[in-house]
């Protein structure tokens, strides 16, 4: 596609249940981030695929995040149990950097989905 | 210390002028360095990459990298409304592939 696509776009869920969010990325691009946002803060990693192996995965909080890049294209974040701290705005970004390359590596942003935990 | 650090603001400046923000980084083995445009509500857009010591230009844009000195900075020349956001500065580690994010600069521009 043209851009980086997630859905949905806005999710509002009750404390305790199960959320899937899905990010499209920019095609041809190799690398996949997950970053989450919280009001007034920068975006903070999560996890990294370079293809459909997760290349970094330390900043997952907790065992409640899991996500996933089963083709190398689409990923799926999936948090369980979720709690009231997962709400903030979850954003994908794709890139065509190829892992260790100087001078590459520029981002691209989807249009994030927000989550709200009730 | 943290990894990636920005003055939150608010900056103000009017019109015209040159707006100047700035990031300091805590990892020496640092190589990529970015800034990030973010509106409100809507997702970061990148502005500016800076690989190298020295200054880059890019139209209004001018990004500086000091290693040495760990500094990272960003001007704005001939400011604009539309310039007014929150910027973002962004680094890449020595060693891993994770893009490190600060908390950002919210700018405004007094017209």
């Known amino acids: 596609g043209a851009g980086v696509s997630q859905t949905p776009s806005n999710k509002v869920t009750e404390k305790g249940k199960y959320v899937e969010l899905r990010c499209d990325p920019i095609?041809?691009?190799?690398?996949l981030y997950w970053y989450r946002q919280s009001l007034g803060q920068g975006p903070e990693f999560l996890i990294y695929?370079?293809?459909?192996?997760?290349?970094?995965d330390s900043g997952l909080p907790n065992d409640r995040f899991f996500a996933v890049r089963p083709e190398g294209s689409v990923s799926t974040l999936k948090i369980q149990r979720t709690e009231r701290g997962d709400s903030a705005v979850y954003l994908c970004?794709?890139?065509?950097?190829?892992?260790?390359?100087?001078?590459?590596?520029?981002?691209?942003f989807g249009e994030g989905s927000r989550l709200t935990v009730l | 210390q943290k990894e990636v650090e920005q003055n939150s603001g608010p900056l103000s400046v009017p019109e015209g002028a040159i707006a100047s923000l700035n990031c300091t980084y805590s990892?020496?083995?640092?190589?990529?360095f970015f800034w990030y445009r973010q509106y409100s509500g809507k997702s970061p857009e990148l502005i500016m990459s800076i690989y190298s010591n020295g200054d880059k230009e890019d139209g209004r844009f001018t990004a500086q990298l000091n290693k040495a000195s760990q500094y990272v900075s960003l001007l704005i020349r001939d400011s604009q409304p539309s310039d007014s956001a929150t910027y973002l500065c962004a680094v890449r580690g020595g060693g891993n592939e994770k893009l490190t994010f600060g908390t950002g600069t919210r700018l405004t521009i007094i017209p």
């Open positions: 990892d020496r083995g640092s190589q990529s």
């Open positions: 970004a794709s890139s065509s950097r190829l892992a260790g390359a100087i001078g590459t590596g520029e981002l691209f």
């Open positions: 095609s041809g691009h190799t690398a």
């Open positions: 695929f370079q293809g459909t192996g997760a290349a970094d």
